[in-house]
């Protein structure tokens, strides 16, 4: 059980830095800080990406961009994950192919507006693949019924 919270607990730090996306920071934190990386001044790492791969201005609205779907998978997929952590409507042994698959839409994000604020995002990142990967069935006992 405290397994569980923990794992929890991580998801939704996890789920929380690519959600701050779709409410960018306002003042004082415009250029976004270091618990919320997306501010209204936030910019792309490199100006060419403006367009179909990142939105010209944040909050994005319009067409949708590479960054903006990246944004929404990792959301979902974080969301989705910690359902089935708990078994709650979707299957338990669903959550960590979803973990990998929100890790990944979320470093493909924080790579479109890489920057020091994006270094944190990716930690937690990195932790929940090396808990997946290098830990590998460990955690699928515990958590399964």
Known sequence: MLLKIGLTALLIVGWHFPTTFFVPGGPPY???WIIW???QQTKPAFDGMRGVIA???????GAPTLALVAAG???LAF???IAGVWGFIVPPLWWQPLVLFAAA???LLFAIYFSPLAIMPLIVDAIVVF???YQGG???EPLTP
Request: proline share 11%; hydrophobic share 65%; net charge neutral.
């Open 30 to 32: 415009e250029r976004g």
């Open 55 to 61: 939105p010209a201005a944040l909050p994005a609205t």
């Open 105 to 107: 839409a979320s470093v």
């Open 138 to 140: 460990a955690l699928v």
């Open 37 to 39: 990386p997306f501010g």
């Open 79 to 81: 969301l989705v994950a």
């Open 131 to 133: 808990l997946i990967v």
């Open 73 to 75: 998978l990792a959301s």
